[in-house]
């Protein structure tokens, strides 16, 4: 047991991640308060107005997108059921690659919708912003003029031609930022929109990040939170309990054999200390 | 002289201005390179105290001052939206330095097949197949009618009409490439973790117990390792209900993570108003100078 | 020009995805040149992939459509930014380091105004009342209703506070901790801050996992299951 060969480890944790998704165990998912408040967050924009769009902030890159895309898609499926406007925008070159997959993923579902009889369409219900490069000064330059810092979606579409943008025109226009990234990019938005123009803020932050923005939770900056892939299967859980998803969801199933190989890393923890212990009694290793 | 600057130009009148920028532009680079180096030291010091002057001024002058019976606005307040278009334009050609240093690097390799230029040759095949693609499926994007194709020039005709194929062609290097290599990349570190979860994580200090107990907890409450298999069986509206695995992690978070991350941002926040204050006054040591201008 | 059916483009990209997975897999069991090669070449996919979005999202909509239009002016932040590239050059490194700084000041001087937008609420958080008395008092002061018990609230505002306070007295280095009640308190910070460690090593631990379990994914039901008909 002294010394395993790193390789057998690693064989040995494919095995842990992939037997349990054979074996079809959905493990329920427990409510948490964070991915609540987001739910009734996005569920309180009111746009009966005509404005009030929402703001989805979308900068992780493919890397990431194992956490980030469930993430994002979740709160696009509730979005899109409750019709209510959103843009997609990306303030990072390594960003633009999950704003083309959040497009995408919108796409198929509003097609979905439209199946079902709630028609959704691009450009109406939602747009897709493109890529501008921004730090806290320049995105204060768009509180004072929204349509002027995007001008032309990422089809190339003139602001002035899309729907989803009417009566957009300052920060005070936008009814919420949803900040989804593996970065620390929700401090750019606190800075300057969010805790300027009291723009309500959810976070959506890959699992390593959880606990970097509690500080912002609790002191109201930020309310509520998809915290990693089990945010995201949360928020899916919201969603089939207020019947607009069905069961079947990445998240969902992938906690499943998370739970295996976390309890995998957890003996490995455990085996690894008693080893040098044992050792260490034995006179082989010095503390 | 403010409408003279200020009005949109077009056809020759365009080109002039824009020459014009462009020499008067270097011609006072080339008036300052030879001046000597003090005093382009003292020209970066005076600019940057300036810049840095510009958005403290913004922030402190009143958004509106009433001067008896005359209301007088912040005069600066009007030049953030054009300052941050200008900084995103000179922002995106920082971006553009990566692209050629990667360039300068991978073409060396390449150049003077040094080992491993086959590495570099797949670097700039991965780049030139992604950009042509990329730029194909922008001009000539699927969805465009016949009619619309008819009123286009020739060679552009030919290139719309295989819209479907540049599109099919960038998915492949997206979605098959660019995206399976990133996410596939980043998957390495959970072995990696396994690797050090047995042979580098050693409990030698209380500290440590203290980590490794906050991290299980962490492990056991976000999984339904925890809330399911060990504190599945409580209540949710249950006297206990505080003992679940969940709410254990829940009130690590808020009050003991919560808490030291906020000690961590306060002193962050102090070294980051001391340094933004060294760097605005140019106190910094080395501070751009660390070769001779 | 390729004469590609959307099936074959599908199946294309499917093995493509595959092939790249397993290219960067091949690392775990040692260093190999495939592995390097399939490195290199996501750099440069990355990095065209982000050229032509600057290019289609930025240089496009606001610096060529505005000069075609008459507005002129948007030419000398081009100028200014052609600067970065003097780096490479010995003799007009200048220039470059000039604008640096000109930018460095601009961060900097925007730095000191965010201290109200983003520290003053945290500041203005960590004052909580610290007795079931004080709670019940800031709840009415702001009517809000809640099912648990003040007392509970005010034992963990205590924790949270002496957190707060340890930590902070762990990191200040301005003078020597001498006095015995501040090394016990940095002592009690340093072990608090040992927890907030471990939830960020947890969490780490999570992260990874739903990465590596998002690939197994794709090459079980996407990839091999394409041919067996595995589904999710």
Redesign the interface.
């Known amino acids: 047991m002294g010394n ?1 060969d ?1 390789r057998i ?2 064989l040995i ?1 494919l095995l842990v991640m992939t037997l349990p998704l054979f074996l079809k165990l959905p ?7 964070r991915s609540l408040d987001a739910f009734d967050a996005i569920e309180k924009v009111d746009q009966s107005k005509g404005n009030q769009v929402i703001l989805l902030s979308v900068n992780f ?6 956490e980030s895309l469930p993430q994002a898609r979740a709160m696009v499926v509730h979005m899109l059921q409750r019709s209510k406007k959103f843009i997609i925008y990306t303030m990072s ?1 390594t960003g633009v ?1 999950g704003q ?2 959040v497009d995408d993923e919108a796409k198929a579902i509003a097609a979905e919708l439209t199946k079902q009889g709630k028609p959704r369409a691009y450009g109406k219900d939602w747009a897709n912003m493109g890529y ?4 806290s ?6 509180a ?2 929204v349509p ?2 995007f001008t032309k979606d990422s ?1 190339g579409t003139p602001v002035d031609q899309l729907p989803v943008m009417d009566n957009i025109k300052t920060a005070d226009d936008i009814g919420m930022v949803i900040d989804v990234s593996p970065t620390a990019s929700y401090e750019l938005w606190i800075q300057a929109l969010t805790s300027k123009f009291d723009i309500p803020l959810l976070l959506a932050p890959t ?1 390593v990040m ?3 923005t ?2 912002y ?2 002191s109201g900056q930020a309310q509520g939170e998809l ?2 892939v ?1 945010g995201a299967a949360e928020y899916e859980s919201l969603l089939v309990k207020n019947k607009m998803a069905d069961q079947s969801s990445v998240g969902t199933r992938v ?2 054999s ?9 003996i ?2 455990i ?3 008693v080893t ?1 212990f044992r050792s260490l009694r034995k006179g082989e290793v010095t ?1 | 002289m403010k409408e003279f ?2 009005t ?3 056809g020759w009148e ?1 080109t002039g ?2 020459t014009a ?2 020499v008067i ?1 270097f011609l006072i ?1 080339f008036v300052i ?1 030879l001046t000597p ?1 003090s005093f ?1 030291k003292r ?3 005076v ?10 001024l ?2 402190l002058i009143p958004a509106e001052t009433h001067i008896g019976s005359r209301v007088v606005t912040n005069p600066l307040t009007s030049f ?21 240093n ?1 360039f300068r690097i ?1 073409g060396r390799l390449l150049m003077r097949r040094k080992t ?1 230029w ?3 040759l ?10 042509t693609m ?2 194909l499926n ?1 001009y000539f ?1 699927t969805g465009r009618t016949p009619e619309e194709i008819a009123k286009l020039k020739p060679l552009a005709q ?1 290139f719309a009409n ?1 819209a ?2 540049w599109k ?2 960038y ?21 990696y ?3 050090a ?8 200090s ?3 117990v ?11 409450g ?4 925890g ?3 060990l504190t ?1 069986w409580i209540q ?1 509206d249950s006297a206990l209900a505080g003992l ?1 695995m ?1 709410s254990i992690a ?18 962050i ?1 102090v070294g ?2 001391a ?3 060294r ?2 006054l ?1 106190l910094e040591r080395g ?3 660390d ?1 001779e ?1 | ?4 059916s ?1 099936e074959q ?1 599908t199946l ?7 092939i ?2 397993l290219a ?2 091949s ?2 069991y040692k260093e190999n ?1 495939v592995y ?21 999202d ?2 496009i909509p ?2 060529w459509d505005p ?1 075609t ?14 600067l ?2 003097t ?1 490479y050059s ?1 003799k ?4 470059a ?17 965010q ?1 109200v937008n ?2 003053f609420p ?2 203005r958080d ?1 004052f909580r009342p610290l007795t079931p008395a004080a709670v019940e008092a800031v709840r009415a002061a702001n009517d809000v209703v809640t099912t648990q018990p003040a007392w509970q609230e005010a034992a ?1 505002n205590l ?3 002496i ?2 306070i340890a ?2 007295t762990y ?1 200040f280095f301005s003078f020597e901790h001498r006095n015995k009640a501040v090394v016990k308190t940095a002592q009690l ?11 960020m ?6 992260a ?2 739903a ?2 379990i ?2 197994i994914i ?1 090459i079980v039901y996407d990839w091999i299951g394409h041919y067996t008909g595995w589904k999710m």
């Not at chain 2, 670097?123 to 950009?131: A, E, N, P, V």
């Not at chain 2, 829940?250 to 002193?267: D, H, M, P, S, V």
């Not at chain 3, 020009?1 to 590609?4: L, S, W």
């Open positions: 395993i790193r480890l690693y944790a493990l329920p998912i427990a409510d948490n308060k890159s493919p890397d990431t997108k194992g070159s690659a083309q997959m501008k490069p921004a730090s000064p320049i995105l204060e330059g768009m004072r003029n002027g810092f089809r699992s959880v606990p970097d509690y500080p939770l609790i915290r990693g089990l906690m499943t998370m739970a295996a190989l976390n309890a995998y890393i957890m490995l923890i085996l690894g200390n040098y503390k | 600057f200020a949109p130009r077009h365009l201005f824009i920028c462009a532009f680079l390179h180096s382009k020209m970066t010091i600019l940057t105290f300036v810049a840095g002057l510009y958005y403290l913004e922030f953030k939206e054009p300052l941050s278009t200008a900084l995103m334009i000179t922002g995106s050609l920082a971006l553009l330095l990566g692209v050629y990667l991978n491993g086959q590495n570099g797949a670097f700039f095949i991965g780049f030139f197949s992604m950009l990329a730029m922008f994007p030919t295989g479907d194929q099919g062609w998915n492949v290097l997206f979605y098959g490439g660019f995206s399976a290599l990133g996410a596939t990349v980043f998957s390495l570190l959970a072995f973790i396994v690797s979860a047995y042979r580098a994580f050693r409990v030698r209380p500290e440590a203290m980590l490794l107990a906050a991290a299980m907890i962490m492990m056991l976000l999984t339904p390792l809330t399911y298999f599945g949710p679940k969940e829940e009130w690590i978070l808020t009050i003991l993570n919560g808490a030291a991350q906020r000690a961590l941002i306060f002193g926040a980051l108003i340094t933004s204050l760097i605005w140019s501070q751009f100078f070769v201008m | 020009m390729t004469n590609i959307p483009f294309i990209q499917l093995w493509f995805a595959g790249c997975t960067i897999y690392l775990l040149p390097r090669i399939f490195e290199y070449m996501f750099l440069g996919l990355g990095s065209a992939y982000g050229f032509s979005f600057l290019y289609k930025v240089m606001k610096l000069l239009q008459g507005q002129w002016w948007w030419f000398i932040p081009f100028l200014f930014g052609l970065y590239f780096v010995g007009f490194s200048w220039m380091r000039t604008l640096i700084g000109t930018l460095m000041g601009l961060a900097a001087g925007y730095q000191f105004t201290v983003q520290y945290q500041i960590s963990n924790v949270f506070f957190t707060l930590v902070m990191f910070g340093r072990w608090l801050l040992m927890i907030s460690f471990g939830t090593f947890g969490s780490t631990i999570t990874r996992a990465l590596a998002s690939r794709f």
